[in-house]
């Protein structure tokens, strides 16, 4: 499905809603250039997780931890040369865990990427510096968010 964020606040909404939806075990990628809003849309989601702590990129930590109505993982694996150095950092524990994955950059890690796993790319219109979220997804998770973003 694909989804307009015109500003920061449809942004907002449309994370919340996700983060509300989410169950344990469920991994998200997100996708989309530098700025293009995948650790801007990872704040508001984790505001949907009842985090209360501020979400900041976990780009030179590659992972990053809290604790809300599930545990987050937020991860980026930009700055990854090989899906080893994930494998290294704990990744299977992560990805196993009855948390929530985000995964900046997911598809340099393909290999490591469930099927499960809900896709989301954000795109940037440079006219107007709109956004649109393209989100797909295959299991039962990607079905409840899809129906609670048509609301
Ligand atoms: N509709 C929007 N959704 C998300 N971010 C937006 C939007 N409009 C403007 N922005 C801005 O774009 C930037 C996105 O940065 P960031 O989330 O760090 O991107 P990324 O993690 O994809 O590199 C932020 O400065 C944010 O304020
Ligand atoms: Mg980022």
Known sequence: MIIKASNLQDTDKIGK??????????????????????TTLTQSIA??????DYVTSPTFT???EYN????????DAYRLDSEDEMYDLGYDEYIKS???????WAS???????K????????INYENNDRELDI?????????????LQE
């Not at 809603?17 to 075990?25: D, Q, T």
């Not at 505001?47 to 209360?52: S, V």
């Not at 009855?98 to 900046?104: A, P, Q």
């Open 47 to 52: 505001k949907g997780l009842e985090i209360h």
């Open 136 to 148: 797909n997804g295959e299991g039962e998770q990607f079905n409840i968010i899809k129906e609670k």
């Open 17 to 38: 809603i996700i983060g509300e939806s989410l169950k344990g075990g469920t991994v998200i990628c997100l996708e989309g250039e530098l700025g293009a809003g995948k």
């Open 98 to 104: 009855d948390g929530v994955c985000i995964i900046e």
């Open 62 to 64: 590659i992972i990053k």
């Open 68 to 75: 809300g109505r599930l545990n987050l993982y937020h991860m």
């Open 116 to 123: 499960s796993a809900i896709n989301i790319t954000i795109n």
């Open 108 to 114: 340099k890690i393909k290999g490591l990427i469930p």
